[in-house]
């Protein structure tokens, strides 16, 4: 009697642990996997076709969610975060949910003819340095690095415009300003154009060119792709297949821009010409990041110190 009671409460106990772990694997699973728990179920195939619905859809869509992010970005340098530096206190522009300060506004170019249609950030093919690129077409014209002087010994006459009148307009105080707020907020872009008889600037998109750049964006829907390709090369005809390097104007020798008229301070002009960065993006074509701190790749002993390998092989 008594080898039958443990049987049966053998049994029982075998079978309420099975029961617990199969309960409690219920209870961790969506907590591990995030899942969600069996609430509800997942069609795989209906999943994957929206997944990639929804990719195909960002990719057709990823130029217009540029502009409305640049966009967004801009109406949203409202408000102002104070950091204490220790040995000074800053207010910089601060975007809500973003990790970085801002530091400084950028204002909308209304006037350019090539943001029209490239956007106002329009450089997204050089990964590792289309960040330095796009700083640099917040001040300065597109045109002043992608049309060069065809004649030999002729230059441009530079000069800074309004973004929003596209006029030319005297040399930014922001330059010269002891003032932080208005570092960067010079609400003027550099851009190159020639002196006529009469000692009038001539920039080199003029009033002209913006008209007929105007007319094509409003008929290019009536166009067949022979004709609008025609009209495109028409707008890019004075483009430069390649533009200038940084060396030509981050150096101290004969620097492409004038900076002095420009209104640059000597220190100013002196960090512009210096060769760190334009060095750096010369030399230094691929940035290689340590394969160990890819995500899904551990640590490999043998590859650990090529240079050590190098050496081995050396030796031998």
Known sequence: MLHLIKTITTKVYTIALMVFT???GFFLYPIIYGHGGADHDVDVVASADAEADAEITALLDEADMQEEQFASALKEQTSTATTNLGYMVVKEEYVQGHFHHVGMTVESDDTSLCIRCHGAIPHDKAKAI??????H???LACETCHIQPKTKGQSWA????DKKSGNPISNPPGLTSH????YGNYGAKIAPGRISSSGQLMFLNDAKERAFVEKYLQEKHRLGSTQQSKMKKVIHRRLDEKPLLCDHCHNDKTPYLPFDSLGYPKRRKQDLVGTEVAGMVAKYQEFYMPKFLLPGTGWNSDTANPAEGEAGEHEQ
């Open 137 to 139: 077409a917040f001040y």
């Open 130 to 135: 289309r960040a330095f690129l796009n700083m």
């Open 158 to 161: 530079f000069r800074w415009y």
């Open 179 to 182: 003032d932080k707020s208005m």
């Open 22 to 24: 199969i309960w409690y």
